[in-house]
């Protein structure tokens, strides 16, 4: 007897549907066709496993199951659970098959039959919605994850028997409660941390409130001591929140990446992703047999803080480029090409020097001649032109350590940030994909960040003496735009200019050693 089950694949942040074909006929011997890994060839030992021990039986003659479409990879063990139940229905053992034409249904079996988690479920989801199927069985702990999608029924099953007695009409499955716009909204506001812990380094919150408002990329460079991961940490506490939008972008590629925590539906605060300097180009950028998103991809919509950023590898470093620019990566292989999405804010810090005490106001830098420009040299130029903000930070002295004055907090610093944010999603409303002024292009930034003529002497006397790129041109160009949005002007004036060009300090020739 031929049934056909449908199940689904994720390739890239989207979902294909699978249709897994089961026909049990004369002969002997079991066969899986269609591409499949070893993961899904093995599933025909998990399944008579959990079949048995649940008092089915496991047909004894030929059984031939395919995977459809045939010219697309498959990979997993979340194809367990549809290829059990097709197994179920074509040895009559299920008493409506004609079900099985309306659900996408996917799981992973343990050889008792309890069904595991898997990866993906949102995207599948949507694609199951799209494609107007009725409903969609799910493991238990990825049930509220299926729920964000409406006009999907979703049922949550914990066992294989579970699904039979469902499919039979003898039980029913409760769907998962939706999440509503207020308890979205309610769980993007809890920090453990704040910026009113910060004591004294007044300048280097107006940088990061700057790098926030516009979605700028910053480094901070300083000593060891000075405070630069801890204020770096504190950034997503002053990020505007995440939209549905963003949310739903979010949480399908944590999804697809198997990062969702259970029973979580939608990613509810900016992402925070902090690799470590050992971390390979693929690990960052994505990538693999059947491709994954990498680092970057996790911080879409979000922050990518690179600690210590001279210690990465400077291939490492140089794969960011072109993402930087496009706010997309690429992973091409030879059966497929995938983009995943990469709109990132990226966050940086570094030692001025080796030894860590260049510039510093009190300590003497023990580095030979030549060193610290050499320890520069490990992050290219035109990576530095792709930071719109080079921010120093200083040692914190004893008096401002020790006072007992409460800091700003980090809410009445993202109050301001939302305002300028405002401002900038107004102004590109007519623009798909724009939404911040860091993401502008040099037609935009042409019409919108018009200076004037007292503007256009200090910018110009700035690139001649600083040497700079027509890259970093336009970087300073955007941040005084951000600028001038959070004193609330329309127009740029020289001092926002001014304070623009003063986050150039790499640029500088002082810190050529």
Not at 167 to 179: A, V
Not at 226 to 247: C, D, H, Y
């Amino acid at each position: 007897m031929l049934v056909k089950a449908f199940g689904s694949a994720v390739y890239g942040v989207d979902a294909i549907t699978i249709t897994v074909e089961v026909n049990v006929m004369k002969g002997k011997n079991y066969f899986i066709v269609g591409l499949p890994d070893n993961a899904i060839k093995e599933s025909l030992q998990r399944i008579e496993s959990a079949l048995k021990t649940n008092g089915f039986l496991m047909p004894r003659i030929k059984l031939l199951v395919n995977l459809a479409p045939a010219n697309i990879r498959k990979s997993g063990s979340a194809f367990d659970l549809p290829i059990a139940i097709g197994i179920l229905a074509g040895s009559g053992q299920i008493k409506n098959p004609d079900l099985l034409k309306q659900l996408i249904i996917m799981g992973e079996l343990n050889l008792d039959g309890n069904i595991l988690p898997v990866k993906g479920v949102l995207p599948m989801a949507i694609q199951a919605r799209k494609e107007k199927f009725n409903g969609f069985i799910v493991p238990k702990s990825n049930g509220a994850e299926a729920a964000i999608v409406n006009q999907l029924a979703v049922y949550p099953v914990s066992h294989i028997r579970e699904v039979v007695e469902f499919l039979d009409g003898r039980l029913q499955i409760e769907p998962p409660d939706s999440i509503t716009r207020q308890d979205f909204f309610a769980n993007q506001y809890h920090f453990d941390i704040d910026f009113k812990d910060v004591r004294g380094q007044q300048n280097i919150k107006r940088a990061l409130e700057i790098a926030a408002a516009g979605s700028h990329n910053a480094i901070l460079i300083g000593p060891p001591g000075s405070g630069k991961t801890m204020l770096a940490k504190r950034i997503p506490t002053i990020l505007p929140p995440l939209n549905l939008q963003e949310a739903l972008e979010t949480t399908k590629i944590h999804s697809v990446a198997g990062k969702l925590q259970p029973d979580t539906m939608l990613v509810a605060r900016r992402p925070f992703r902090s690799p470590h300097h050992t971390i390979s180009d693929m690990a960052l950028v994505g990538g693999g047999g059947i491709p994954q998103p990498g680092e970057i991809s996790l911080a879409h919509n979000g922050v990518l803080f690179l600690d210590e950023l001279p210690e990465f590898r400077r291939s490492v470093l140089e794969v960011m480029r072109q993402p930087m620019e496009e706010r997309r990566v690429n992973i091409s292989r030879a059966r497929m090409s995938i983009d995943f999405p990469a709109s990132f804010m990226l966050l940086a810090s570094m030692n001025p020097c080796p030894c860590g005490f260049y510039n510093h106001p009190e300590r003497a830098c023990s580095c030979p001649p030549g060193a610290v420009q050499k320890y520069l040299n490990r992050i290219s130029g035109p990576l530095l032109d792709r930071i719109d903000l080079h921010v120093e930070v200083t040692p914190v002295g004893f008096n401002e350590l020790s006072s007992l004055d409460p800091g700003e907090t980090s809410s009445v610093i993202r109050e301001r940030v939302v305002r300028a944010r405002e401002k900038q999603y107004k102004r590109f409303s007519d623009q798909m994909g724009i939404y911040a002024n860091a993401q502008m292009d040099s037609n935009l930034l042409k019409k919108i960040c018009r200076i004037e003529k007292a503007g256009s002497s200090i910018l110009k006397t700035a690139m001649e003496k600083l040497n700079l790129s027509a890259r970093a041109y336009d970087r300073i160009l955007k941040v005084s735009r951000t600028i001038a949005d959070l004193d609330d002007q329309e127009e740029i004036k020289t001092v926002h200019l001014a304070e623009a060009i003063q986050y150039r300090s790499l640029d500088r020739e002082s810190w050529a050693g």
